[in-house]
């Protein structure tokens, strides 16, 4: 399916179309599948997953295994009804996907830093945040695999569950029979766990286990659906978790989106006239002093061109581009910039959530602590010749340079 992640097929009134989403984007591959063709590929797809087949007219979920010589995909599918028939749609989950080491996800240097220390701790909360495919559990698979000794134990709960990993206990969600990811979390706190992946903290029950399970001893990794790293506190706060536990129990917020990485293969380098050069110098001047500016001195802009390896697209790959919101008053005296960040609004975090501070507030005082937002981290990968202009702004909105 050539680095395909979920394959289409859609219903029209005369045919059927076949598209793949390469690279977060979709393609057309076929527009002229004939209907009865068409029928009896769905009669075997639903045979193959465990769905009715003679049932049109209602959506049916089910998965199926492909084996490799070299690997198992498991393929999940999800038909549902249309107006010119049914339309199927397969989610690829290869294990290749999410059996990457955390250098492999992106991260900046200073940032990897920062990740490294806090996954050495022993207990407290790590979130991270994002709009569904943006790679949140990716990386907290490679959370789990750099954490992963066999001196420890490691428990995951998700709905469903995606990737079958080695040596880590998982449980599913399975509403019907009354396990949810609050009554699991709280079945899995007496399984004498060390770490704990909660998939997605969605109410207020699993936001105050979770947050419990990171004050007793725990260290516990989940996500939230949020756009930036500073909407996790009020996002919590909103679900109705108790403000007075949520200071001590959180460790690190990391928002992410992906970007699609230039082809190695044809990209070409980009025009950068007096006046680019002028913003991109007095952006770098700008960013906090965490940041290695020796890495970025040259600057290196490129722009897609599309060959036989990248489908002519320009691009082949995505990468990660990144937000740090760490909660640490130690780290707070290191990353402080006196430079560069405005004047300090001296208020603590804890005080900040003790009066349910918004969104801008957080923000702003995690700036103050040097944070470096995802435009910031996308632009330096546009400068080291990554991705482009287009793509981090489709992402984060117009780009600032200063």
Same mark, same amino acid.
């Given at each position: 399916?050539?680095r395909?992640?979920?394959?289409?097929?859609?219903?029209?009134? =005369?045919?059927?179309?076949?598209?793949?989403? !390469?690279?977060?984007?979709?393609?057309?591959?076929?527009?002229?599948?004939?209907?009865?063709?068409?029928?009896?590929?769905?009669?075997?797809?639903?045979?193959?997953s465990?769905?009715? %087949?003679?049932?049109?007219?209602?959506?049916?979920?089910?998965?199926f295994?492909?084996k490799?010589?070299e690997?198992?995909?498991?393929?999940?599918?999800?038909?549902?009804?249309?107006?010119?028939?049914?339309v199927?749609? $397969?989610?690829?989950?290869?294990?290749?996907?999410?059996?990457?080491?955390?250098?492999?996800?992106? %991260?900046?240097?200073?940032?990897?830093?920062?990740?490294?220390t806090?996954? *050495?701790?022993?207990?407290?909360? #790590?979130?991270?945040?994002?709009?569904?495919g943006?790679?949140?559990?990716?990386?907290?698979?490679?959370?789990?695999?750099?954490?992963?000794?066999?001196?420890?134990?490691? #428990?995951?709960?998700?709905? +469903? #569950?995606e990737?079958?990993?080695?040596?880590?206990e998982q449980?599913?969600?399975d509403?019907?029979?009354?396990?949810?990811?609050a009554?699991?979390?709280?079945?899995? $706190?007496?399984?004498d +766990?060390?770490?704990?992946l909660v998939?997605?903290?969605?109410?207020?029950?699993?936001?105050?286990?979770?947050?419990q399970?990171?004050?007793?001893g =725990?260290?516990?990794?989940?996500t939230?659906?949020?756009n930036?790293a500073?909407?996790?506190?009020?996002?919590?706060?909103?679900?109705?978790?108790?403000?007075?536990?949520i200071?001590? @129990?959180?460790?690190?917020v990391? @928002? /992410?989106?992906l970007?699609?990485r230039?082809?190695?293969?044809?990209?070409? +380098?980009?025009?950068?006239?007096?006046?680019?050069k002028?913003?991109i110098?007095?952006?770098?001047?700008?960013?906090? *002093?965490?940041?290695?500016?020796?890495?970025?001195?040259?600057?290196?802009?490129?722009?897609?061109k599309?060959?036989?390896?990248?489908?002519?697209?320009?691009?082949?790959?995505?990468?990660?581009i990144?937000?740090?919101?760490?909660?640490? +008053?130690?780290?707070?005296?290191?990353? #402080?910039?006196p430079?560069?960040?405005?004047?300090?609004?001296?208020?603590?975090?804890e005080?900040?959530?003790?009066?349910?501070?918004?969104?801008? @507030?957080?923000?702003?005082f995690?700036?103050? /602590?040097? $944070?470096?937002? $995802?435009?910031?981290?996308g632009?330096?990968?546009i !400068?080291?010749?990554?991705?482009?202009?287009?793509?981090?702004?489709?992402?984060t909105?117009?780009?600032?340079?200063?």
């Amino acid at each position: 399916a050539n680095r395909a992640s979920d394959i289409h097929f859609e219903s029209t009134e =005369h045919n059927v179309k076949l598209r793949l989403r !390469i690279d977060g984007l979709l393609q057309d591959v076929f527009n002229e599948i004939k209907k009865d063709i068409y029928s009896r590929l769905v009669s075997r797809i639903k045979l193959l997953s465990g769905l009715k %087949i003679n049932i049109h007219d209602e959506p049916q979920d089910g998965r199926f295994t492909i084996k490799l010589p070299e690997k198992e995909i498991e393929v999940r599918v999800a038909t549902a009804p249309s107006e010119f028939g049914e339309v199927v749609v $397969m989610r690829l989950l290869d294990p290749e996907a999410i059996n990457l080491s955390l250098t492999d996800l992106g %991260i900046r240097e200073d940032d990897l830093e920062i990740i490294k220390t806090e996954l *050495k701790r022993p207990n407290g909360m #790590i979130l991270n945040t994002g709009p569904t495919g943006s790679g949140k559990t990716t990386t907290l698979y490679a959370f789990l695999k750099h954490k992963k000794t066999p001196e420890i134990k490691i #428990i995951t709960i998700k709905d +469903p #569950i995606e990737y079958h990993l080695e040596d880590i206990e998982q449980t599913q969600v399975d509403e019907d029979a009354s396990y949810t990811f609050a009554n699991g979390l709280r079945s899995l $706190m007496r399984q004498d +766990p060390d770490v704990i992946l909660v998939g997605e903290i969605r109410d207020r029950e699993t936001g105050e286990i979770a947050v419990q399970a990171a004050l007793t001893g =725990h260290l516990v990794f989940s996500t939230l659906h949020t756009n930036q790293a500073a909407g996790a506190i009020p996002r919590l706060l909103d679900l109705g978790v108790k403000a007075s536990s949520i200071g001590p @129990a959180l460790n690190l917020v990391i @928002a /992410q989106r992906l970007v699609r990485r230039l082809c190695e293969d044809c990209k070409v +380098p980009g025009e950068i006239d007096g006046t680019l050069k002028n913003k991109i110098e007095k952006f770098l001047a700008g960013i906090p *002093k965490r940041v290695n500016r020796e890495k970025f001195k040259e600057i290196k802009i490129f722009k897609p061109k599309g060959c036989a390896k990248c489908n002519n697209t320009g691009y082949k790959g995505r990468i990660g581009i990144y937000e740090l919101f760490l909660n640490d +008053p130690e780290y707070e005296k290191l990353l #402080i910039d006196p430079e560069s960040a405005g004047p300090s609004s001296h208020k603590t975090l804890e005080e900040l959530i003790g009066q349910q501070a918004g969104e801008s @507030a957080i923000k702003k005082f995690a700036l103050e /602590q040097g $944070m470096v937002t $995802m435009q910031q981290d996308g632009i330096l990968k546009i !400068i080291s010749g990554t991705t482009t202009f287009e793509e981090v702004e489709g992402i984060t909105g117009p780009i600032q340079l200063g």
